[in-house]
């Protein structure tokens, strides 16, 4: 069984300027009568503040209803369906480039799970008839987590060595984990193309044992498919970068080879 978890929160903040605001008897409004909005509370707080008024007086602002709205597909994480010999996991970050946009990856390698993280910023500004102007900007983060399947090796060594990697696509809004596989592996032993002892240097992140192997034997040991080692011109995506993982996490590295080379 996998299992994924999704976490998605968000502050905002905004401000008008325009025509004054005709009362009646009631008084002033000042910022007491709207604590969770003035004191940098969540969305959902003013939401009930207001029972339910929000979005039409956003829209009476300038339109910033969706602005607001986090989107639950923004970030996934799964495993392709029908495969149970390599370990690679899909990401995919909604539309416009939704990956780019601060993206945090790392291993519990205690735990055995992988842990995706977004964090960004968005703004709007609007104007109606050169006197009123209102601009709203909130910031989001969304993240993901999947337990690895028995079969993905996610040590730190692997992490440590460049063994584990992944790579997005061109419009950056998919991506590829790849882990090494222990069933990929015992499957390569058993035809001859990787030594007996590939399991242990690969765990253990032995770069002696690694620099052994030919160039295509290495991409097969880090996890990629027969199929894909080829397209991939028989050799390992060296590693990019290695963005900063959000809290206690391994970070994994992101490889210098588009995704579309695979697809």
Same mark, same amino acid.
């Given at each position: 069984?996998?299992?994924?978890?999704?976490?998605?929160?968000?502050?905002?903040?905004?401000?008008?300027?325009?025509?004054?605001? !005709?009362?009646?008897?009631?008084?002033?409004?000042?910022?007491?009568?709207?604590?969770?909005?003035?004191?940098?509370?969540?969305?959902?707080?003013? /939401?009930?503040?207001?029972?339910?008024?929000?979005?039409?007086?956003?829209?009476?602002?300038?339109?910033?209803?969706?602005?607001?709205?986090?989107?639950?597909?923004?970030?996934?994480?799964?495993?392709?369906?029908?495969?149970?010999?390599?370990?690679?996991?899909?990401?995919?970050?909604?539309?416009?480039?939704?990956?780019?946009?601060?993206?945090?990856?790392?291993?519990?390698?205690? &735990? &055995?799970?992988?842990?995706?993280?977004?964090?960004?910023?968005?703004?709007?500004?609007?104007?109606? #008839?050169?006197? &009123?102007?209102?601009?709203?900007?909130?910031?989001?983060?969304?993240?993901?987590?999947?337990?690895?399947?028995?079969?993905?090796?996610?040590?730190?060594?692997?992490?440590?060595?460049?063994?584990?990697?992944?790579?997005?696509?061109?419009?950056? !809004? /998919?991506?590829?984990?790849?882990?090494?596989?222990?069933?990929?592996?015992?499957?390569?032993? /058993?035809?001859? /193309?990787?030594?007996?002892?590939?399991?242990?240097?690969? !765990?253990?992140?032995?770069?002696?044992?690694?620099?052994?192997?030919?160039?295509?034997?290495?991409?097969?040991?880090?996890?990629? !498919?027969?199929?894909?080692?080829?397209?991939?011109?028989?050799?390992?995506?060296?590693?990019?970068?290695?963005?900063?993982?959000?809290?206690?996490?391994?970070?994994?590295?992101?490889? #210098?080879?588009?995704?579309?080379?695979?697809?």
């Amino acid at each position: 069984m996998v299992a994924v978890q999704l976490n998605i929160s968000g502050s905002f903040a905004g401000s008008e300027t325009g025509n004054s605001l !005709t009362q009646g008897n009631d008084g002033n409004l000042g910022p007491g009568a709207f604590p969770s909005f003035f004191g940098g509370g969540s969305l959902f707080d003013l /939401e009930k503040l207001m029972g339910g008024g929000f979005p039409s007086l956003l829209r009476g602002i300038g339109g910033f209803d969706g602005l607001l709205r986090a989107d639950n597909s923004s970030l996934s994480l799964s495993l392709p369906e029908g495969e149970d010999t390599s370990c690679q996991i899909k990401i995919k970050g909604g539309s416009g480039g939704g990956l780019s946009r601060g993206l945090h990856m790392g291993l519990d390698t205690s &735990r &055995r799970m992988l842990h995706v993280g977004m964090h960004y910023e968005e703004s709007k500004k609007s104007e109606e #008839d050169g006197k &009123r102007r209102s601009f709203l900007s909130q910031s989001v983060h969304v993240s993901s987590s999947i337990q690895l399947p028995e079969r993905c090796i996610g040590t730190a060594g692997v992490v440590i060595s460049g063994l584990a990697g992944y790579m997005l696509d061109g419009s950056e !809004t /998919e991506g590829l984990v790849v882990l090494p596989s222990s069933a990929l592996l015992g499957e390569c032993v /058993e035809k001859g /193309e990787l030594p007996e002892d590939v399991y242990r240097a690969v !765990t253990d992140g032995d770069q002696h044992a690694m620099g052994l192997l030919s160039e295509e034997q290495r991409c097969l040991a880090a996890g990629f !498919t027969h199929i894909q080692c080829n397209k991939l011109g028989g050799k390992k995506p060296s590693v990019a970068i290695v963005p900063p993982a959000e809290g206690p996490y391994m970070p994994v590295p992101r490889l #210098d080879v588009s995704l579309d080379v695979l697809n």
